[in-house]
């Protein structure tokens, strides 16, 4: 019963992706062919809630539920970094139509064919997890 609240956490997750049709490989095509704003709202939104929750933990010394202080590292700005890396991910997500946490929704679906990219994913995690030190960073 420990993990519970991770599985309703889940569950509320999969209702918002489902509802919000950002799981839907129609709605992702149009976003990444510039034909509809739909997914561009809901990222947005997403960044937007995340820099007011980031500013409002920040200006008021918040801490998390077991009272530790929530530390910010800032980390090296390094522009090729983040563009190779957002290419890859961007590469990714069109042609599967899903990004990581939709993947998993779309399994309780019942879209089968997206376990051919969560394989994808899970073997390209382990991939760079087994050549993370030989890589830049």
Not at 26 to 34: A, D, K, P, T
Not at 46 to 56: E, K, Q, S
Not at 89 to 97: C, I, K, M, Q, Y
Not at 126 to 133: A, K, T
């Amino acid at each position: 019963m420990k993990g519970l609240k991770y599985i309703l956490a889940g569950i509320l997750f999969g209702i918002v992706m489902s509802k919000s049709e950002a799981i839907s490989w129609y709605r992702i095509q149009e976003m990444f062919r510039f034909q509809a704003f739909h997914m561009y709202g809901i990222i947005g939104t997403a960044v937007v809630l995340g820099a007011l929750a980031t500013y409002i933990i920040k200006k008021y010394n918040l801490r998390d539920y077991q009272g530790n202080q929530i530390v910010f590292t800032p980390k090296e700005k390094s522009v090729s970094r983040y563009l190779f890396g957002g290419t890859i991910f961007g590469l990714g997500w069109a042609l599967t139509g899903a990004c990581p946490g939709p993947m998993f929704v779309n399994i309780g679906h019942a879209y089968w064919a997206i376990l051919i990219a969560v394989a994808g994913a899970i073997g390209g995690t382990f991939f760079y997890g087994v050549i993370r030190d030989k890589l830049p960073h």
